[in-house]
């Protein structure tokens, strides 16, 4: 289960943003090695829905970007601390709709 569910325009770009301050509390910042990565509905890997991501601190940035109409995308945020270089996982579910209302 996501942790967080976003709603996202196909051609919108969302900046999101994951903070691991209470998920690594022996560390003050994430390291490099923190990535963030997304399957599709169906299981499969898709590079194409994530830009760039960057740490600041204790927290992972990363655009959620493009996707297909109707699809719904697992985005698993993976913060690896610099200290102690434990891992801690965030999951948001992205549904991707060009309609807004009720679904």
Known sequence: MA???IFKHVNDE?????DFTDDLPDDTT???SSVVSAVDSGG?????V???ATQSGMVLSCPLIA???GED???TFTGRG?????DATKTVEMRVRNKTGII
């Open 44 to 48: 499969t890997a898709d590079a194409t």
């Open 50 to 52: 994530v830009g760039t």
């Open 14 to 18: 969302h900046l999101h943003t994951v």
């Open 30 to 32: 994430i390291s490099a």
């Open 3 to 5: 942790n967080e569910v």
């Open 67 to 69: 996707g297909t109409n």
């Open 82 to 86: 610099t200290t102690t270089s434990r």
């Open 73 to 75: 995308y697992l985005v």
